[in-house]
Structure formats: C-alpha cells, structure tokens
C-alpha cells in the first residue's frame, strides 16, 4: 500500500523570499511547520541539534522548552523562549510564515545567562551581609554574638557551624549550630587536630577546604546530627580589633556540593563581619568589668548600726543614666564600743565620672588619715595639704561627725570645711543647727574650721546633707528650690524615727517637690540615737533583740 501523505514539502512562502543565503547565518536557524516537523535548518543548527534533518519531530531534535516554545506559537503565542541545552543557554526567536511554519534563530546567551545569576548571587550575598552586619551589632553580648555568629553561617553558608572563641584558662568557649539549634559549651581543645584550627585562632589565612579530611575530624567539631556524614570542611579565621576574635568552622553534608573558591572567600567576608562584632562585644564586656570593678569603689556604701548607734545613707546621681558622682559619704567604725566611729559625708565641686574620680580620691586618704581623726581640724588640713599637690582643679566641702555612745547618751564632735552645717531633731520634733563653719578644701593653702559638741538623748537624729537636697528645684513651675525650710519641715516630723525611716522621709519629701525636673547630686546621712538596747545575740552570730 502506498502513502498517501509522500514526503515532506518544501518549504515555501519564508524560505522562498529568504533564499538559500540563511543556510549561512551566523546563528542557528531552525524552520518547522504547524505539525511540528523538522523543515529545513542550517548548518549552525545542524551543529547544535545533530539530528535535525528534514522531517524529523521536532521533539526527537530540541530540548523540551524549544518545543514547546513551537507548541505555543502554533497557537498564535510567537515568543522569544529560553532554555539550556547541554553546557550552553539558548534563546530563540521565532519568526511566523505565511503557510504556518516558523523560523526559529537560536542565539547562545551562555555569557549574559552567567552574568545575571552572578549579578542575582551577589545582589544576595550583599543583602546577607548587610542583614549580618545587622544582626550581629544588635547585641553586644559576647554568647548572644557568637549565637547570631554560627546561626547566620549554618542558614547561609553550610549545614552547621561550629565557633571556637580564643581560649579562657585551658578551655575553649564554643558555639554550634545545625538544624535550626544553638548550643553553647566549652571543651579543651587541640587545635592542631584540624588543619588550619591553630592557624585561624591567631589570624592567619585558612587553608583551603580541599586539604582538609571530614574523616579526621575530632568528635567535638562534628554534632551528633552530622556524625558520619560530613562531606566538605572549611575552616576561617574570626579577625577582630587586633586580637583574632575565634574561628569559625563550618560543615557540609556529604551529599552537598564540596565548598568551592568562592564560597571560601565569601565565608571569609562573612566572617570579618562577624569578628569585629565579637571583638567589640568582648572588649564592651571587658570593660564592663573593669568599670564594674571600680564602680564598686566610688559607690556610697551600706550602712548600719555600730556601737549602738544607727547610720544610714541615701544617694542619688544627677542624671539617671549616671551612677556615680561628687557627692559621697563613709563611715568608719572605731575599733571598739568605747571608741568614736568617724563619719564623713561631702560634695566634689562638679557632677559625674570625673568628680567621682576625685570623690574616690578624698575617700582614700581620709582612710588613711584615721589615726588622726581625734582632732578634725589637723585631719582637714592634712586632706587639704594631699588635695593641693594633686593635679586637679576641683575642691569639696565635707562635714566630720564623730561619734561615741557612752551611758544612753550620743555624743558627737561636728566639724564643718565650707559645708551645711549638720541638723539635729530632738525628741519634741525641733530642729537646730549644729554651730559648726569652716573653709572648704583643695581651694586655699590655709584652712579654718570650728567643731561643735552635741549630744543625741535616745530617738534623736543629726542629719548630715550636701547642698542638692536644698537647692533642688521643683514646685508648680519647676523653678523654687526646696530650701532648708521645707528641709526643717520634713525633719520636724521624723522624731523618734529610726535613721533609715529619716533618710527615706527627707528623700521622699524632695523627691515629691523636684519631681520630673533635674538637680544635682544629694547625698544625706541620719545619724541616730535608737530607743533600745542591743542585746547579745543567742548564738553568738544571728541578730540580738531590742528592748526599751
């Protein structure tokens, strides 16, 4: 039986007006008709699709995307398609013929293909880094920074990572992250046992990932999820201000792709990102530390009841965010019942750091000058004397107390140096003023003072105050000072109180006056003759009992 179809027919209409000359073109050009069939094509095309000869289905010689690219131009859908074909990206054109076939060129967009997905990776890896930078300068916690550190490396870059911080002691702080999980722990480490380890935490530049063995590996640097199943290890260096902040570790699955050159030097970008936060998270901390250190010593301290007598403090810097300042006091207890406790509040010329520094200064010597305490004014001039040589430009005014219980009775020595003199509230709610004056210290080479007596009879109170507490400004308007009338007020209503009720009573009492409004650092001390008699405690260690 003979076909009726016989073989394909030339192609007619395009080709005639294009003539032979297209077989020539320097792009591959396929021509196919409605049916799908292979019509003519050139020898670019030939090339490229071997099994392009004429009637051949066009789904037997191009790739799938090609054909049905055909497919949808037959239905009037004429589009530029585009696809890969072996090593190459190809795009073709089509051009429609009068009696339904289409001339498909095919250009090699191999190169700009490779362009956009280097263009679309770098577009993403900046705004990974940008996203990283962020991330990892939000916080600067050491353990929060390596957290953001190898969860960032483990989504981004590998299937787990693994950060070695520089050593504390003979152990190693790490971090670890695979599957969505931080774990934080610390091991001894021989960084010798992975290549390039050692090398990294001193900041040298890493050996390439190929030298090293995911077999050899030790059992702290591979997590259990990944155990027997590493394929790729890049090991890289955490650069910091300096000082090399750890190293960063990070590992593949075996059925990954191994780490290629520019996954490593990309991993290196990442992680000078992510050192320098860990340099600065580490050195805030450190100096956290050291400020904690020093804090500790500028701080008022707590006070309490010695030989009988009751003390207590109350401070408040300037500003809020400032924990130290000029103003301060000290107490310090005489060696036994019989003998005077010193008692020493004053006020640096100046607010914050730099009249703490001072304030600490004037703390130190007077502690050293103790031994002279039983005459106030020789001990003013020796602290005037140590003030003058130094090489500030600041001075104070103090106020001493000493105190010493005898019978019932406080007896207390008040010597003012350019400082408010002390108040006393007595058992009826009166208060009087200590008759102390003197010049302040660290001004003048020569220094005045006059010490007052004063007895304190069971539930009476001498009140030592900078000048903050009066001068502080409140009121409707914000702009009076309390004064030391609305000081007297207060006082006059704590009688019979214990000292630290005083102090909370005179602070609440300002407090309320200044109220949102800013003043100067206050430093206030009650000294108070309690009611009652201490008595032994039961078992030599525990707090007595008071009696009237």
């Given at each position: 039986?003979?076909?009726?179809?016989?073989?394909?027919r030339?192609?007619?209409?395009?080709m005639?007006?294009?003539?032979?000359?297209?077989?020539?073109?320097?792009?591959p050009?396929l021509?196919?008709?409605?049916s799908?069939?292979v019509?003519?094509?050139?020898?670019?095309?030939?090339?490229?699709?071997?099994?392009?000869?004429?009637?051949?289905p066009?789904?037997e010689?191009?790739?799938g995307?090609?054909v049905?690219?055909?497919?949808?131009?037959?239905?009037?859908?004429?589009?530029?398609?585009?696809?890969s074909?072996?090593?190459?990206t190809l795009?073709?054109?089509?051009?429609p013929?009068?009696?339904?076939?289409?001339?498909?060129?095919?250009?090699?967009?191999?190169?700009?293909?490779?362009?956009?997905?280097?263009l679309?990776?770098?577009q993403?890896?900046?705004?990974?880094l940008?996203?990283?930078s962020?991330?990892?300068?939000?916080?600067l916690?050491?353990?929060?920074?390596?957290?953001?550190t190898?969860?960032?490396a483990?989504?981004?870059l590998a299937?787990a990572?693994v950060?070695?911080?520089?050593?504390?002691?003979?152990?190693?702080?790490?971090?670890?992250?695979?599957?969505?999980t931080v774990?934080?722990?610390t091991?001894?480490?021989d960084?010798?046992?992975?290549?390039?380890?050692?090398?990294?935490l001193?900041g040298f530049?890493?050996?390439?990932?190929?030298w090293?063995?995911?077999?050899?590996?030790?059992d702290?640097?591979?997590?259990?999820?990944?155990?027997?199943?590493?394929?790729?290890?890049a090991?890289?260096?955490l650069?910091?201000?300096?000082?090399p902040?750890?190293?960063?570790?990070?590992?593949?699955?075996g059925?990954?792709?191994?780490?290629d050159?520019s996954?490593?030097?990309?991993a290196?970008?990442f992680?000078?990102?992510a050192?320098?936060a860990?340099?600065?998270?580490?050195?805030?901390?450190?100096?956290?530390?050291?400020?904690?250190?020093?804090?500790a010593?500028?701080?008022?301290?707590?006070?309490?009841?010695v030989?009988?007598?009751e003390?207590?403090?109350g401070?408040r810097?300037?500003?809020d965010?400032?924990?130290?300042?000029?103003?301060?006091?000290?107490?310090?207890?005489?060696?036994?019942?019989?003998?005077?406790?010193?008692a020493?509040?004053?006020?640096v010329?100046?607010?914050?750091?730099e009249?703490?520094?001072?304030?600490?200064k004037?703390?130190?010597?007077?502690?050293?000058?103790?031994?002279?305490?039983?005459?106030?004014g020789q001990?003013?001039r020796?602290?005037?004397?140590?003030l003058l040589?130094?090489h500030?430009?600041?001075f104070?005014?103090l106020?001493?107390?000493?105190v010493?219980?005898?019978?019932?009775?406080?007896h207390?020595?008040?010597?003012?140096?350019?400082?408010?003199?002390?108040?006393?509230?007595?058992?009826?709610?009166?208060v009087?003023?200590?008759?102390?004056?003197?010049?302040?210290?660290?001004?003048?080479?020569?220094?005045?003072s006059?010490?007052?007596?004063?007895d304190l009879?069971?539930g009476?109170?001498?009140?030592?105050?900078?000048?903050?507490?009066t001068?502080?400004?409140g009121?409707?308007l914000?702009?009076?000072m309390?004064?030391?009338?609305?000081l007297?007020a207060?006082?006059?209503?704590?009688?019979d109180?214990?000292?630290?009720?005083?102090?909370?009573h005179?602070?609440?009492?300002n407090?309320?006056?200044i109220?949102?409004?800013?003043q100067?650092?206050?430093?206030?001390?009650?000294i108070?003759?309690?009611?009652?008699?201490?008595l032994?405690?039961?078992?030599?260690?525990?707090?007595?009992?008071?009696?009237?």
């Amino acid at each position: 039986m003979t076909s009726c179809e016989g073989p394909p027919r030339p192609a007619q209409g395009l080709m005639t007006s294009v003539g032979a000359s297209w077989m020539a073109a320097p792009y591959p050009a396929l021509v196919v008709d409605a049916s799908g069939a292979v019509v003519e094509a050139n020898a670019r095309a030939t090339a490229l699709f071997p099994r392009a000869v004429r009637g051949a289905p066009l789904a037997e010689v191009a790739p799938g995307w090609l054909v049905e690219g055909h497919r949808r131009a037959g239905s009037g859908a004429a589009e530029p398609v585009r696809g890969s074909h072996g090593p190459s990206t190809l795009e073709a054109h089509p051009t429609p013929g009068e009696h339904g076939e289409t001339v498909w060129w095919l250009v090699d967009d191999t190169a700009r293909s490779l362009a956009e997905t280097a263009l679309r990776d770098e577009q993403r890896r900046t705004a990974f880094l940008a996203d990283a930078s962020t991330r990892l300068l939000a916080s600067l916690n050491t353990e929060r920074c390596m957290e953001v550190t190898v969860r960032l490396a483990a989504e981004h870059l590998a299937d787990a990572a693994v950060l070695v911080a520089p050593a504390s002691g003979r152990r190693h702080p790490l971090a670890v992250a695979v599957d969505g999980t931080v774990t934080h722990a610390t091991a001894r480490v021989d960084p010798s046992a992975v290549p390039g380890l050692a090398e990294a935490l001193q900041g040298f530049p890493p050996v390439p990932s190929r030298w090293i063995d995911p077999a050899a590996l030790p059992d702290w640097v591979v997590p259990e999820a990944l155990a027997g199943r590493v394929g790729s290890v890049a090991v890289t260096p955490l650069p910091g201000h300096g000082v090399p902040a750890g190293a960063l570790i990070l590992l593949r699955r075996g059925g990954q792709a191994a780490f290629d050159a520019s996954e490593e030097v990309f991993a290196r970008v990442f992680a000078a990102r992510a050192g320098i936060a860990l340099s600065a998270a580490r050195l805030y901390m450190e100096q956290s530390r050291i400020t904690a250190t020093l804090m500790a010593e500028l701080l008022p301290p707590a006070l309490r009841q010695v030989h009988g007598v009751e003390f207590a403090g109350g401070y408040r810097a300037s500003k809020d965010t400032e924990r130290v300042g000029g103003d301060f006091y000290d107490v310090h207890p005489g060696s036994g019942p019989g003998d005077e406790t010193l008692a020493v509040l004053g006020d640096v010329c100046g607010k914050g750091l730099e009249a703490a520094v001072l304030t600490g200064k004037i703390r130190n010597t007077l502690q050293a000058l103790l031994p002279m305490a039983d005459d106030h004014g020789q001990l003013l001039r020796l602290l005037n004397g140590a003030l003058l040589n130094g090489h500030h430009t600041r001075f104070a005014t103090l106020v001493l107390a000493s105190v010493r219980r005898c019978g019932g009775v406080t007896h207390l020595r008040l010597t003012s140096a350019g400082h408010p003199a002390p108040l006393i509230v007595r058992q009826d709610g009166s208060v009087e003023e200590a008759p102390t004056a003197g010049t302040l210290v660290g001004a003048l080479p020569d220094i005045r003072s006059t010490t007052a007596h004063a007895d304190l009879q069971p539930g009476e109170t001498c009140l030592l105050y900078t000048d903050g507490l009066t001068e502080a400004k409140g009121g409707p308007l914000g702009d009076v000072m309390w004064g030391e009338d609305r000081l007297r007020a207060a006082l006059a209503e704590c009688a019979d109180m214990p000292a630290e009720a005083v102090v909370e009573h005179v602070k609440m009492a300002n407090a309320t006056w200044i109220g949102d409004h800013r003043q100067d650092d206050i430093a206030l001390m009650a000294i108070t003759a309690p009611r009652t008699t201490h008595l032994t405690a039961v078992d030599g260690h525990t707090r007595g009992r008071y009696t009237a």
